[in-house]
């Protein structure tokens, strides 16, 4: 089987490129000319490399001519500093369909795009594919339309579609901007932690078992929305104490010295039973087990993750 992965040198494609390095495939990885391979360097000999700008037009003629089976379409605009508004939003919505369109039409049997939690209605607690959707930012709103057309796209071309809509992640190579590391960073360096009363409730993922995740929805014949989450609930605060208590330093963490963002969802977790039941998944890790790997990760390779 001959596998394109787009993305894979970000937060996830980078994770998902050691799941398919160690699969019985072919896989061809696209990244961007000039971008640092440093988060796949230890399987970068098991991949072909693929050198172009998925933002290019003639990029997707020539992922086409690679003949694919499956494509597992992990690129999107992703800065935390501005990603939820950024009209490169559209950029990405484009150069998605575009991509798909051509792969289709080259006969490519399936195509896996990456979706997120925030194309639902969030204030409605747990969210199954069937839920509500409601976007509120340009981020959002791209994934739907995306979503949308990607289903005509398949209807069209004959190729299978599945839309994995991911909720919250964490893990190696995580932005720093992100809670988990953020956290680390000033706990660590013996920093007090501002933040809010921690009552918000979210569902959180390793994201080694979010790329284990994707691989089996790829290798399935699943289609439509699926969502790759834990199904967990739990507590920003429960998290921040937890990191607090193991750096040795639960002194520092200062619940409630920031207030909520206003607008800021109060329960977001998955109803993952679709996952679970029909790609017969589940998670490997304990959220507690990563928040010990977590601290130890970034203690080795904060550094390195400036890159």
Known sequence: ???????????????????????NCETFALVRPGASLWKIADVASKLTLIHADIFENDAAEQLAALKVDVCLHAAWYANPADYL?????????????????RLGQAGCRRFVGVGSCFEYDTSLGYLSEQSPLAPRRLYSACKV???????????LSGMSVAWARLFYLYGPFEDSRRLVPAV????VAGKAVDVTPGGQVRDF?????????????ATSKLQGPINVASGSPVTVSNI?????????????VRLGALPYRQGDPMFICA???????ECQWTPRFSLDSVLWHAVEWWRQSAPQNSQ
Do not use: Y
């Not at 992965?5 to 699969?23: D, Q």
């Open 271 to 277: 109803n993952s039973r679709r996952l679970a039941e």
């Open 145 to 155: 339309g995306t979503w949308h057309a990607l289903e005509q796209i398949g209807q």
């Open 1 to 23: 089987m001959k596998i394109l992965l787009t993305g894979a040198t970000g937060f996830v494609g980078s994770h998902v490129a050691r799941v398919l390095a160690s699969a």
């Open 240 to 252: 921040v104490t937890r990191l607090g208590e193991i750096v040795g330093r639960p002194d520092l």
């Open 184 to 187: 680390v960073q000033k706990l």
């Open 85 to 101: 508004d950024s009209t490169v939003n559209l950029d990405s919505m484009a150069a998605t369909l575009r991509l798909a369109q």
């Open 205 to 217: 993922l390793h994201v080694d078992d979010v790329a284990s995740a994707l691989w089996a929805v």
